[in-house]
C-alpha cells in the first residue's frame, strides 16, 4: 500500500468517516485479527481526536497510511488541538474489581495493546499519534 | 448491533447481533435499558452474533454488569468470539464478567 494521505475537516461527528477512510483497502489483504486489531486501535485513537482535541468540538484530523516494504503498516494521526500525550496517561489497573473499574480511559491502554509500537510527537503545533503493526 | 429481549420466568436472554463500536453505542445503549430495568435475576447475553466491541462498549457492559448486581442480579455473556473475547482479556473484563 503506497503511502496516502487525507485531511478531515470538520471533523465533528465524523468519527465513522475517518475510520473506513483508514481502513479501506486492508481488509482481505491482512489477517482478519490483524484487521480486527488495527479497527479497534484507529477506532479509539480517532473517538480520542474527535471528542477532546478541539474545544469547541471542529478542527482537522489529518490521518496518513502506508505499508512500507517490510510490511509494516504505519498510520499516522494528526490534530492541530489541545497538545495532549494519550500515552503520558497512565495504564488503567486491570486487576480491580468491577465496583473499584472506573469507567473510561481504556481506550489508548487496547491502542497500546493492539499495535507493536505506539509513539507520539508534538510537531509545529501538532499533536502526532503513530501506530505501526507488522502485517507481512 | 441487533439486540434481541426474551424474558422467561427469572431469566432475561438477550441476543447481540452485529458490531458494536462508536456509531451505534449510543442506540445500543438505549436498547438495552429494558434489560437494565429488568427484574430477572439472570441474565444471560448470548454473544455468539456479536463480532467487534470497543471500548465504549466495554463500558456499557460494565454499567449493565453494575445496575443488574446492584438490584441482586447476576449477568453471564456467553458464546463470545475470539476477537472480541481478547478485548475484554487485554482489559482485564474477563475478571470481572462472568464469561462462559
Redesign the interface.
Known amino acids: 500500500m503506497n503511502p496516502e494521505s487525507f485531511r478531515f475537516c470538520p471533523i465533528a461527528g465524523e468519527?465513522?468517516r475517518i475510520?473506513e477512510w483508514i481502513l479501506s483497502g486492508l481488509e482481505g489483504k491482512v489477517d482478519?485479527?490483524v484487521f480486527?486489531n488495527v479497527?479497534?486501535a484507529v477506532?479509539?485513537v480517532?473517538?480520542n481526536v474527535v471528542s477532546y482535541a478541539y474545544e469547541d468540538g471542529n478542527g482537522f484530523l489529518e490521518a496518513s497510511k502506508e505499508i512500507t516494504g517490510d510490511g509494516i503498516l504505519r498510520i499516522v494521526i494528526k490534530d492541530g488541538g489541545v497538545k495532549f500525550n494519550p500515552l503520558d496517561k497512565e495504564d488503567?489497573d486491570?486487576?480491580?474489581?468491577?465496583?473499584e473499574?472506573e469507567?473510561?480511559g481504556?481506550?489508548i491502554?487496547?491502542c497500546k495493546?493492539?499495535m507493536d509500537k505506539v509513539y507520539y510527537n508534538y510537531e509545529n503545533g501538532c499533536n502526532v499519534l503513530v501506530m505501526e503493526k507488522n502485517v507481512a | 448491533m441487533d439486540v434481541t429481549i426474551k424474558n422467561e420466568g427469572a431469566v432475561c436472554f438477550v441476543t447481540l447481533n452485529g458490531r458494536l463500536d462508536t456509531t451505534n453505542v449510543q442506540r445500543f445503549n438505549e436498547d438495552i435499558i429494558p434489560v437494565m430495568e429488568s427484574d430477572a435475576k439472570e441474565i444471560e447475553l448470548d454473544c455468539s452474533g456479536m463480532s467487534y466491541t470497543s471500548s465504549q462498549g466495554l463500558r456499557s457492559f460494565l454499567t449493565l454488569q453494575k445496575r443488574i448486581e446492584s438490584k441482586g442480579g447476576k449477568m453471564v455473556l456467553k458464546n463470545m468470539q475470539p476477537n472480541v473475547k481478547q478485548v475484554f482479556d487485554i482489559t482485564g473484563f474477563s475478571n470481572i464478567f462472568k464469561i462462559i
Open positions: 468519527q465513522a475510520i482478519d485479527n480486527f479497527n479497534l477506532e479509539e480517532v473517538e488503567p486491570i486487576t480491580l474489581s468491577a465496583e473499574r469507567i473510561g481504556l481506550g491502554f487496547l495493546n493492539l
